[in-house]
């Protein structure tokens, strides 16, 4: 269990008990999602090793990554961008719902971490602009217990985003590599472990991350992880 809730006296339990955000029954113990709703988060298995994109049988990679490797070394995305995750995702990031973001990153909490931890987690980062619209940064807000779990080392700003991309949304992959190009770079004279993972709250495409990886790789980092809470199904 993690700190916080072990201040938590009985009486203070009896006074705010967790609820389900989802269908407002009783939560369980330590979150805010019953153990029925809990149960129904989508699992992303079997999914392929390099990029964690879900399939249909086991195998261990995806066609895409047959053809052409990404420039990450392994993904890491323990639940699968559909029912009922995608409604406490969208409360989190566009709904200012932080309740539903703690209870996103204790179900990250509780998924079983690959064998081979990085050294560092490096959320990505939102453009300062856009950090002040919404007031929080939904990578952070994952990132920062999952590290505290897991005993990682977490640098919110060892990158920052210096162009404010446009939304990506309803670009093609060309397009988006294109949109992000020079949009992150790194701390002013960082020192960087050999393994490090790039956190992010959902893996849609992948061109936000792989951009990441590229600044990561290129600064010398030997291997770079790419994390995220839940991964979108391949569009078909
Ligand atoms: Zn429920
Ligand atoms: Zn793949």
Not at 182 to 195: C, K, S, T, W
Request: glycine share 6%; with cysteine.
């Amino acid at each position: 269990m993690d700190a916080p809730f072990r201040w938590f006296t009985p009486l203070q339990r009896w006074l705010l008990p967790w609820r389900c955000l989802l269908c407002g029954d009783d939560g369980a113990d330590g979150i805010d999602l019953c153990t029925g709703c809990a149960d129904e988060m989508p699992r992303n298995t079997p999914c392929c090793e390099r990029c964690a994109l879900p399939l249909p049988v086991s195998a261990p990679l995806c066609g895409r990554c047959q053809r052409k490797a990404p420039p990450w070394d392994s993904a890491w995305a323990p639940f699968r961008y559909a029912w009922p995750l995608d409604r406490l995702e969208t409360r989190f990031k566009f709904g200012r719902d932080l309740a539903a973001g703690r209870a996103l990153a204790t179900l990250w909490r509780h998924a079983t971490p690959p064998s081979a931890l990085p050294q560092l987690i490096v959320p990505v980062p939102l453009h300062p602009r856009r950090l002040r619209e919404r007031g929080y940064n939904q990578a952070w807000e994952l990132a920062r217990p999952l590290a505290r779990a897991l005993r990682i080392p977490c640098d919110i700003d060892a990158l920052q985003r210096v162009r404010n991309t446009d939304a990506q949304t309803g670009l093609d992959a060309p397009a988006r590599r294109r949109n992000l190009r020079d949009a992150f770079v790194l701390r002013e004279g960082i020192v960087l472990p050999a393994h490090v993972a790039i956190l992010d709250d959902v893996f849609t495409t992948g061109a936000t991350l792989a951009e990441c990886a590229r600044v990561l790789k290129r600064a010398g980092v030997a291997r770079v992880d790419v994390w995220a809470l839940a991964r979108a199904p391949a569009k078909s």
